[in-house]
């Protein structure tokens, strides 16, 4: 899904970089109240933890990213990540972890024209950040609260999100598209395809979620206030235990193990198991090679960086290139999505600080 420079023209992509850049700055004024919402009161540790989950989510979605998976007819899909860092880490947080990804991947990488950056953003960022989120409070509103309804809500929400970021994709190229080709066309394949690859996307979300879910809710920023009732075994018979009795709160005990489980998987995905992905053109390739869109896409401007096409030049072996080129894209991402959310809470603890020293509270006599 990644458009390569040329297949959407100057003024379009300028205004898309706009457009993206307004939604960044929003972003990162609502990242801040959400790293304070995730820490829980008696938390070890505070709100300080939250940044490098939040740094830990732009990994993994950078890692799944590598995965690309056969759908159809000679194409191949990968997951997108806005509906999955948005359940995670809350829709602005979202918002900013694949931004982050869509932004190493374009200057490292060679992935996703320079250009065409606030392209992507808008459509793999922030339309499928928005669309998953919003569906998902709709879905978990009506659904009984329960770990396995925040699952479902999950699935259906990233399933939609993929063919919206198609339409938007596909409206943007409506405006300024390099090419004269038929838009109902163009649409009805980017969308067909799409729905196709948002499953994948679906189970991916869901699978991780609910496995996240499963072993410390109090993570999930779309799973808060699911209280999960203390059992009691009485007469060999499971039954809610007294309201008076208040087990530990899981937030209470540090992230730490499901961190570093986590950057473990983003390792092995990225730096083994990516070997084993589909080769076959994505989603967006292979319709613009079916429908003339890439007549006009031009090389990219790194496309000689060390990095480019996920291989690390110089290194001959193609298994070795790949999975060192993993691993690099791995720490890279978790190294500067930590250090953006690090940033943003420091900033946010700065504004509480002068607030309260201008506050009458803390006036000075």
Known sequence: MHAPDGF??????AAAGVLAAGAIAVSLRGARRELDDTARPGASGGAERTAPLAGLVAAFIFAVQMLNFPVAAGTSGHLLGGALAAILVGPYTGVLCVSVVLMLQSVLFADGGLTALGVNITTMAITTTVVAYAL?????????????SVTAASFVAALVSVPASAVVFTLLYAVGGTTDVSIGKVATAMVGVHVLIGLGEAAITALTVGAVIAVRPDLVHGARGLGQKLKLRVNGELVDAPETAEPVPAAARSPRKVWIAGLVTSLVLAGFVSF???ANPDGLEKVAADHGIDKQAEEHAVADSPLADYGVKDVDDARLSGGLAGVIGVGVTVVAGTGVFWAVRRRRR????????????????
Do not use: H, N, Q
């Open 8 to 13: 959407i023209d100057v003024p379009v992509s």
């Open 136 to 148: 998902f409070r709709g879905l978990v509103k009506v659904l009984p609260r329960s770990r396995r």
């Open 276 to 278: 084993y992905a589909s």
């Open 350 to 365: 700065a504004a509480d600080e002068r607030a309260e020293d201008t506050s009458p509270a803390g006036t000075s006599v």
